[in-house]
């Protein structure tokens, strides 16, 4: 079965510099999810979207933006870069319904030195 | 949103079951009991869900107390496959599409 898309695997930037996170859902899923973790901490919900609109929102900087486009696939657009940015993120799609699971991808390593 | 607290970490000998509690005692009528897992170097795996009855799958069991105020996650066979971070989050209408990862049990299984 499809799973989640997730590009790139692996990132490495430097600081100031930005980063675009791309994220390709299931087939048929019109919601989509971000998530950061960093070292040895649980996931920490960023932000989501329900067909290409912005659903939710979490705990995403400033500097931090995305959006999902008419193909259902999103982008996570990360500018100024920190040292703290450095963390796995992943992204998940879901159908809408509030007891429909969430699927995640295998994330992307983003390393900021 | 209704917090849920799970043990820090727990073990398990190979082969044999594991209870995974979790306490959710603000939890609302419409919460549905979802579980999660995560593999080291892995996103997180859906495993289970529930609402008010006790649901079972290919994977595990889920036990939900009548007054839904706490529920488990049952392993019938612990498999060294199994050691992760097992994360139950609740999930409601009202809070939409945020979905939000607590500290979850970390399991080790012993062969």
Partial sequence: AAGVIQSPRHLIKEKRETATLKCYPIPRHDTVYWYQQGPGQDPQFLISFYEKMQSDKGSIPDRFSAQQFSDYHSELNMSSLELGDSALYFCASSLPQVNSPLHFGNGTRLTVT | ?111
């Fill in chain 2, 1 to 111: 949103d209704a917090k849920t607290t799970q043990p820090n970490s727990m073990e398990s000998n190979e082969e044999e079951p594991v209870h995974l509690p979790c306490n959710h005692s603000t939890i609302s009528g419409t919460d549905y009991i979802h579980w999660y897992r995560q593999l080291p170097s892995q996103g997180p795996e859906y495993v289970i869900h529930g609402l008010t009855s006790n649901v079972n799958n290919r994977m595990a069991s889920l036990a939900i107390a009548e007054d839904r105020k706490s529920s488990t996650l049952i392993l019938h066979r612990a498999t060294l496959r199994d050691a992760a971070v097992y994360y139950c989050i609740l999930r409601d209408v009202d809070t939409g599409n945020q979905f939000y990862f607590g500290t979850g049990t970390s399991l080790t299984v012993i062969p």
